[in-house]
């Protein structure tokens, strides 16, 4: 948990939202104000189904943790109103104008953050297959929020919405037309809600209009991609079908060549379940070196652990492949921009990203790399061709501030 909670009663608020993501294992939420931005509370249940579960919940300048078996997600959920009433928020009647779900998966039919009805929910339940560990927990998280507090709006807002409408030769497998149309089967793009929130904030940082500049976009954190914006419309994303193509990430392998899946499953007789295992939990830089941390992953490195340098370097030459393709792409970069765990701290990952590029007109500058703070903040030199960033990105203020616009529309 990362945001600053305010300490003030959210009684007194217009508009609040209650924020849920929920994961397959997990559930992480926030109350906050979407207009002055203030954050109430924040919270996080973890290894939900397991024995070990837990929750912890910031409130009024406290964090409290409480050990204790959350069945499934509608437990958790019920912990979570109980932890708010122990500090005096009663979820019932504080007057939440939302809440709002994040949905990994909206498929070819959602697009826009969706006011929760039945018909809503039997949709997205249709599109569980494309996103077995998140669209069923997902709506869990729905079905429990409107059995617990059924006066308030529900709104779901698709991680896959921004990219709706990617170029058809950008978003086309090519695989059998008719299969793919059968099955549904394109490149959708996920972490959409983070990619055009932060290609917001850095026009408003450079104090340009979104729609007259090219932004290249690294979303680094557990999960890791990349994606090409012109004029504010996104026209290259690095994830797929699923979450699993592109990037290097904390657990996930990111591209490989789909030989490999039938190789394993015919030479290693791994089933689809274990392939699907292997790649989504047991590979990226855990695969490579036991450590999805990029933090563990960078004190082994600096301790002389070959595998951790061997994963740094693959992580590494990886984000450098797709940089290169994303200006190609573009033709002409203005900005390029990290964000998220890893790319707003890790300053050597930006460094080694870009590092040796000043004849494609990229120059950092090492001492403006070095900075650490939450603000957005310039890498590069004043006479750099292409300005590189650094923006937080911040979800679930851009899903609070979707799901109030669904509910006034
Ligand atoms: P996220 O999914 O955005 O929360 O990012 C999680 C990733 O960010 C994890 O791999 C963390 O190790 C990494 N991270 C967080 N803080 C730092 C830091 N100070 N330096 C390097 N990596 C970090």
Do not use: W
């Amino acid at each position: 948990m990362s945001a600053d909670i305010a300490t003030t009663d959210p009684v007194s608020s217009t508009t609040l939202v209650l924020v849920l993501n929920a994961g397959s294992s997990s559930l992480k939420y926030q109350l906050l104000e979407p207009e002055s931005e203030k954050v109430f509370a924040d919270g996080v249940a973890q290894r939900i189904g397991e024995e070990s579960s837990s929750i912890t919940h910031e409130q009024n300048g406290q964090s409290i943790t409480r050990d204790r078996k959350l069945a499934d997600h509608q437990e958790a959920l019920e912990e979570m109103l109980s932890l708010f009433a122990d500090n005096g928020t009663d979820l019932t009647t504080v007057g939440l104008t939302a809440v709002g779900h994040r949905v990994v998966h909206g498929g070819q039919m959602f697009y826009k953050p969706t006011v929760v009805d039945g018909d809503v929910i039997n949709d997205i339940d249709k599109l569980s297959d494309l996103a077995p560990l998140h669209n069923p927990v997902a709506l869990d998280g729905v079905r429990a929020m409107r059995k617990l507090l059924p006066d308030t709006p529900s709104v779901c807002v698709f991680d896959t919405a921004f990219f709706h409408n990617l170029p058809k030769e950008v978003s086309t497998y090519a695989i059998d037309r008719e299969i793919a149309e059968e099955y549904s089967i394109r490149r959708y793009g996920f972490h959409g809600t983070s990619h055009q929130y932060v290609s917001g904030k850095v026009a408003e940082f450079l104090r340009r209009d979104v729609g007259d500049l090219n932004q290249i976009i690294m979303h680094l954190g557990n999960g890791a991609s990349i994606s090409a914006i012109r004029g504010g419309s996104p026209v290259e994303t690095s994830m797929g079908l699923t979450p699993m193509e592109g990037l290097v990430m904390g657990t996930r392998s990111g591209d490989v060549d789909p030989g490999v899946l039938t190789h394993l499953a015919r030479a290693a007789k791994m089933s689809s379940d274990d392939i699907d295992k292997m790649l989504n939990k047991q590979s990226g830089l855990k695969g490579l070196c036991g450590e999805n941390d990029f933090r563990e992953l960078s004190n082994k490195a600096a301790a002389g652990d070959e595998d951790a340098k061997l994963a740094y370097d693959v992580y590494i030459h990886r984000l450098r492949k797709y940089i290169g393709a994303y200006m190609l792409t573009l033709g002409r970069v203005d900005v390029i921009t990290f964000t998220a765990g890893v790319g707003e701290n890790a300053s050597d990952v930006r460094a080694d990203a870009m590092g040796h590029l000043a004849q494609f007109g990229i120059k950092i500058d090492p001492d403006r790399n070095a900075v650490r703070s939450k603000e957005p903040r310039k890498i590069t030199t004043d006479d750099s061709g292409i300005t590189v960033l650094v923006v937080p990105t911040n979800e679930e203020l851009s899903i609070a501030r979707q799901s109030v616009a669904a509910v006034e529309a």
